[in-house]
């Protein structure tokens, strides 16, 4: 998400950003209610993209084509693995073979202190969603209401941000993030995810709001890690891939932090949040 002061309003991103939003909501959506497998398959594809991409990012754009395959590799595979066995050959595969590619890695420091971790969060989220997903009697509903909370976030937090502005978030870690700009994906994150609860009649409408307020935060959280790295490593974006958004990466930090954080919690509760 971009936010800055109402002093140095900038529009000319708004019409990119609405249209590049548009397909990649098309593409989640299409991709959960299309059938079984299809999107196991997206959400393979997307995690090695987005591996590529950290790659990139954690080796200081450094073009090695077989390191960027290898990227590819541990981060897609884990996901078609959790659909074809378990999750458990999911999380195995994303482990061994990370662990395996950082034995064969030219500069282990680097790839185990800066590339390792990113590549395991990718993998992992790709494995917990998949597995969220396949949940007999909840699985689409939290499938389409886990991006729809985080995509209402960035959406509330990009335009209070550009209208309100005011005091800096983490200006260290992210310069553009405003208080207002959280509040306001905090309070959409909210209205959307509640009333997506209310509308299909799934979950206790308190704590689908309580969740959805949590969601939020993990989404800028997540969000904040990723500016935070790309700052460090001297890196604007994770790719150019979608015009006016960077690269995946740069649109589904925040949702891979909230994927995580709903597995955990699904698995502390031995159920998903509609259960409670």
Known sequence: ????????????????????????????????????????????????????????????????????????????????????????????????????????????????????????????????????????????????WLPLTVIAADVGAYFAGRLIGGPKLAPILSPNKTISGAIGGQLAAVLTGTGYALYFGVGSAWVILAVSFVTAVVSQMGDLVESAAKRRYGVKDASSLIPGHGGLLDRFDGLIAAILAMALATLVAGSTIFAW
């Open 1 to 144: 998400m971009s936010e800055s002061s109402p002093k140095k309003r900038n529009w000319s991103d708004l019409s990119s950003r609405i249209a590049s939003a548009i397909v990649l909501g098309g593409i989640c959506f299409s991709m959960i209610i299309i059938g079984v497998g299809t999107t196991e398959a997206i959400v393979a594809i997307g995690c090695g993209i987005m591996g590529w991409e950290w790659r990139r990012i954690s080796g200081s754009g450094r073009v090695n084509i077989w390191a960027d395959a290898a990227a590819v590799g541990v981060a897609a595979v884990p996901a078609v693995l959790t659909y074809v066995f378990s999750p458990i050959a999911g999380w195995i595969a994303a482990f061994v073979g990370i662990c395996m590619v950082g034995m064969l890695a030219t500069d282990k420091r680097l790839y185990f202190t800066r590339t390792a971790p990113g590549l395991i969060a990718i993998a992992i989220a790709g494995v917990c969603f998949v597995w969220l997903r396949t949940d007999f009697t909840y699985g689409l509903h939290i499938a389409l």
